[in-house]
């Protein structure tokens, strides 16, 4: 079954078939084969798979993105970060990375956080004479700090997958989207002082700082209800994104009045396209996993790691080249709903607190998000900024270089992850 499951997932692959359509043919063509199962498994594992009240959190936390997005709540973020950020060499793109790291606590997306900052910021940053494919580089890679500062739909996954708490991987993202925003930020401004790129004359004042941040508190302090309701026990993660949507609406809708009903139908149908990928994703990754676990392969991974070593250090090590190499060829959602089962108790097995790496998991993939061929964030850039592919790829590549320096100090200092957990955690005890 293992091999009539790889051959024919590979060979759509090859063909260029989603990565769904890979997963869920090949487990269909296992079970034909082998004639061991009946293919009435298939629909009933692909509803079990994604049967979970957990997983409720995605739609409306996609939502919750959405209509913050068409209420007007993006510019806001950028133009707080632009007060300031602007007077900086390099002060656009660093605005670009701060922004990010803003509206992460939104969206929960990368994908999302790149459009909706990208379609503002790049046009922006080229009307200032910043180079096209840098300007789209660096909103592709902000854009994935989307998924690592909370909200974050893969975080939803894991902690669903992992059997752990959603709360903790929430408040264990904060720090890590930190090191990732300031890597980026650092990268930034070496490359635009290189380049000549410089930032406005003039530094902006406290009132003006002060008027922006008014301005923006109300989106800022989304994040602060979502994760002080989960810990205060009030309500659950899921519960917390439908708190959020309802949020959402009423400052985009009713304090900020730039939602209309045409934005609401909008909100509401790409939220319908997105959850209905991402359901699909996990309802044909939960097929193949009924393969994997069938014919032990997890199993047999886990022995072949714990086999080259033992050693904490030297396995996160191994296992972060293997996750980066996956982020590359693997949509994000299918990646964590094929590996977490697969890597936790190998991790477990060595001492690694299941948070951590968590968090470490999703950073990973959240670098795949920039990283061909997959790299759904250059994509989006590329598309925003009228830009080839190759060369917007290759503008990344030193930006790429900090969120690997990134990645290897959240995965080897697990204070910055454990620490906001365990601090929020005594004082709720």
């Known amino acids: 079954?293992?091999?009539?499951?790889?051959?024919?997932?590979?060979?759509?692959?090859?063909?260029?078939?989603?990565?769904?359509?890979?997963?869920?043919?090949?487990?269909?063509?296992?079970?034909?084969?082998?004639?061991?199962?009946?293919?009435?498994?298939?629909?009933?594992?692909?509803?079990?798979?994604?049967?979970?009240?957990?997983?409720?959190?995605?739609?409306?936390?996609?939502?919750?993105?959405?209509?913050?997005?068409?209420?007007?709540?993006?510019?806001?973020?950028?133009?707080?970060?632009?007060?300031?950020?602007?007077?900086?060499?390099?002060?656009?793109?660093?605005?670009?990375?701060?922004?990010?790291?803003?509206?992460?606590?939104?969206?929960?997306?990368?994908?999302?956080?790149?459009?909706?900052?990208?379609?503002?910021?790049?046009?922006?940053?080229?009307?200032?004479?910043?180079?096209?494919?840098?300007?789209?580089?660096?909103?592709?890679?902000?854009?994935?700090?989307?998924?690592?500062?909370?909200?974050?739909?893969?975080?939803?996954?894991?902690?669903?997958?992992?059997?752990?708490?959603?709360?903790?991987?929430?408040?264990?993202?904060?720090?890590?989207?930190?090191?990732?925003?300031?890597?980026?930020?650092?990268?930034?401004?070496?490359?635009?002082?290189?380049?000549?790129?410089?930032?406005?004359?003039?530094?902006?004042?406290?009132?003006?700082?002060?008027?922006?941040?008014?301005?923006?508190?109300?989106?800022?302090?989304?994040?602060?209800?979502?994760l002080g309701g989960i810990y205060a026990g009030v309500f659950t993660p899921t519960e917390a994104a439908v708190v959020a949507v309802v949020y959402g609406y009423i400052v985009s809708a009713w304090i900020y009045r730039e939602l209309d009903f045409k934005g609401v139908q909008k909100a509401l149908s790409s939220t319908v396209i997105t959850s209905a990928i991402i359901m699909f994703i996990i309802g044909c990754a939960a097929i193949f996993a009924v393969v994997l676990t069938r014919e032990k392969i997890p199993q047999q991974i886990a022995a072949t790691l714990l086999s080259l070593s033992k050693n904490p250090i030297v396995l996160l090590m191994i296992i972060n080249v293997f996750l980066l190499f996956i982020g590359a060829i693997m949509e994000t959602a299918a990646a964590l709903i094929i590996l977490t089962p697969i890597l936790v108790p190998i991790v477990l097995a060595v001492g690694i607190n299941p948070v951590h790496f968590g968090v470490v998991m999703v950073t990973n993939l959240g670098i795949g998000l920039v990283t061909p061929p997959v790299g759904i964030n250059l994509y989006v850039a590329a598309s925003i900024s009228g830009s080839r592919m190759e060369p917007l790829a290759k503008r990344a590549i030193p930006l790429l270089a900090a969120m690997v320096v990134a990645l290897l100090i959240i995965s080897y200092v697990p204070q910055l992850t454990l620490y906001p957990v365990e601090l929020l955690n005594s004082l709720r005890n």
């Open 1 to 226: 079954m293992a091999f009539t499951l790889f051959i024919v997932a590979i060979f759509l692959l090859i063909f260029g078939a989603p990565i769904a359509i890979c997963l869920g043919l090949g487990a269909a063509a296992a079970f034909f084969f082998s004639g061991s199962m009946p293919l009435l498994i298939v629909p009933q594992r692909m509803f079990g798979g994604t049967d979970s009240f957990p997983l409720m959190a995605i739609p409306f936390f996609v939502l919750a993105g959405n209509l913050m997005a068409a209420g007007g709540i993006s510019k806001r973020l950028i133009a707080f970060a632009n007060t300031l950020t602007g007077h900086i060499t390099g002060g656009l793109a660093i605005c670009s990375v701060l922004g990010g790291m803003f509206f992460a606590a939104i969206s929960g997306s990368g994908a999302a956080t790149t459009a909706a900052l990208g379609s503002i910021l790049i046009p922006a940053m080229v009307l200032k004479g910043y180079n096209r494919e840098f300007s789209g580089a660096v909103q592709a890679c902000s854009g994935a700090i989307g998924i690592i500062i909370p909200p974050s739909i893969p975080m939803v996954l894991y902690g669903v997958g992992a059997c752990v708490s959603i709360g903790d991987l929430f408040m264990g993202g904060f720090g890590p989207g930190i090191v990732m925003g300031l890597c980026l930020m650092i990268t930034s401004y070496f490359i635009s002082r290189k380049d000549g790129y410089g930032g406005r004359e003039k530094r902006s004042n406290f009132r003006e700082i002060g008027k922006a941040f008014k301005d923006s508190i109300l989106a800022l302090f989304m994040p602060v209800i979502i």
